[in-house]
């Protein structure tokens, strides 16, 4: 299960509308929305694109958790049990409803509290994805390990750095003259 970063605008759509299983895992994640958060999952994923929050953290989180339940659903009803699940960054809290660890209302609001908490942090850095090592990374922090930090390695040559957003822009134009380009991840905080 995914952290926060590759949402967008209208995902899950099609199964909202054309799946009654997924439609009614989200439902219910909506519902749990509506008490603690105050506001209509349903309606957020409903947005057009000129007035989406998709990627305001406080919607994402909980909406990403909501699709990723709602997928769950669907392969289970499919005959698609996993032997195990893993989940990386907010996408821990599918893996442990997935698991059993936790029923989908609990993870629904630790989901919602989660993106309130993180939403705090705010405008305070960001994350970009590089295709490099984390030997080459290193060396890109030299001087700057203070301000960003590898925050994950996602295979041996994919690492994700961390930090203010003046020294990610100095390490990403570094990059870029090699030859290589980064992908801002869709996070408006250094996480991690």
Request: aromatic share 6%; hydrophobic share 50%; with cysteine.
């Amino acid at each position: 299960f995914c952290g926060q970063g590759p949402q967008w605008f209208a995902m899950a759509r099609d199964l909202l509308a054309g799946d009654a299983l997924f439609r009614d895992v989200v439902t219910r994640v909506s519902a749990v929305v509506q008490r603690v958060a105050g506001w209509d999952l349903m309606q957020e994923l409903a947005r057009d694109e000129s007035t989406t929050r998709i990627h305001e953290t406080e919607i994402t989180q909980p909406a990403m958790f909501a699709v990723q339940m709602g997928l769950v659903a669907v392969w289970r009803a499919r005959g698609v049990e996993p032997d195990f699940v893993i989940g990386h960054s907010m996408g821990e809290i599918a893996a442990a409803c997935a698991a059993g660890a936790i029923d989908l209302e609990e993870g629904a609001r630790i989901a919602i509290l989660r993106g309130q908490a993180v939403k705090q942090a705010e405008g305070l850095g960001g994350m970009i994805a590089f295709p490099i090592s984390a030997v080459q990374a290193a060396e890109f922090l030299t001087g700057l390990e203070d301000r960003v930090g590898i925050a994950a390695i996602n295979a041996p040559s994919s690492v994700v750095l961390a930090g203010d957003a003046a020294s990610l822009a100095s390490i990403a134009a570094r990059v870029t003259a090699l030859g290589l380009e980064g992908r801002t991840l869709e996070v408006r905080y250094a996480s991690h």
